[in-house]
């Protein structure tokens, strides 16, 4: 199946495309339901979200990938062409609530994945709590979304805000060697969370947090919140974005006001931030959660990264939004085909007892759940380098470092 459509419906874009399972899917196919920002705060992170889960689902029904031989998958000795359905969130946690009943009520599906921004999945996930449906993010950071053993039906193959700043702030502290550092990041439950996680490991490591300054999520400037930050005169700033438009204005504003030493997550390392920011990313920190080809990634992780280039023409390149979500589906379709089974509780046993290679930093690359449905993942810093006009973002610290 290459089918795709895109309708507008009350509050949700919806696209059908090949994925898994559903009673409500025709005859031969198995239907998940997908949940994410097509459109709005978060919308700049849809495509690669969605252009990984194509790819999988191709793989699935086609030639398969290192988790599944092809041809469709093998549930309960039927024959299943894979699709999905996806309504958009808008990264509103009404509107998120409003598609995934959708999704349980209406379409039928097995099994959701969502959603990206962690208000949204906080919201959705009573929904699928409530109505027994297993839900897996492989965006959302909240640590409240598995903090909770009560949840059981919540799966996160994502690290949590705490996991995250573990490795970070080691590093910070023990390999770079900051004493003082400020945070800016945006005024919701990724912000907020985020920066009180890492104040919290920070100063367990002995490094004081200066100041943490909060924005509108929809801010065009932070001139002023860095100034108030650059006040307290830290070693280093801490950005904390969760898109690249925002990034791309952060760095910039943060040389402006004087910081030489800039610490920023993820969306600050997409692969055309050179191209939008230039000189002032020199020397920047960037959080990075799974291997490139600098820091020698296995060969499953490189044969990924090939496929998707391939089947997009080169414009979505791998990162830290895709690589999860890939593995994310895969992981669907390797529940269904271990539950030999659409049942939603048959589902959710497979999917709580996964074991399952990825291309994201699990151990080992072996995605697992605990007890609380929450995935182990490890993280290090990598530092953007140019050298005769050329870019690198290199790893610098932890587990994708050399040495």
Sequence with gaps: MQRRTFLKTAGAATSVGVLAGCAGGSEGTTTIGVLGPESGPLSTLWESYEANIQLAVDQMNGDGNFVHDGGGLDVGGTAREVEYIAYDTESKPNVGVSAAQRLIEQDGVPAVLGAMSSTTTLAIMDITESSEVPQITSVSV????TGSEGHRWMFRNKDTDSMRAQFISDAIANDIGFDSVGMVGPNDDFGVGRMEAFASALADRGVETTAQQAFNPDQQSFLSELEQIRADDPDAVYLVVNDPTSAEVLV????????????ATNPAGTADMP?????PLEGAYIEITFPNEASGAADHVTDWATSLSEATDGEIPPDYIGAPTYDAVNLLGDALVRAGSTERPAVRDAVA???MTGVYP???????????????????????RQESGEWSL????GPFADG
């Design 275 to 279: 191209d939008k920011v230039g000189d």
């Design 362 to 384: 699990y151990p080992d690359f072996e995605l697992s759940f605990d007890r609380s449905g929450q995935a182990q993942v490890v993280s290090g810093l990598a530092q953007w």
């Design 353 to 355: 007892s996964a074991s």
């Design 394 to 397: 290199t790893p610098v610290t």
């Design 252 to 263: 910039p504003q943060a040389r402006q006001v004087g910081f030489e030493e800039i610490v």
């Design 142 to 145: 909240n640590e409240k979304i």
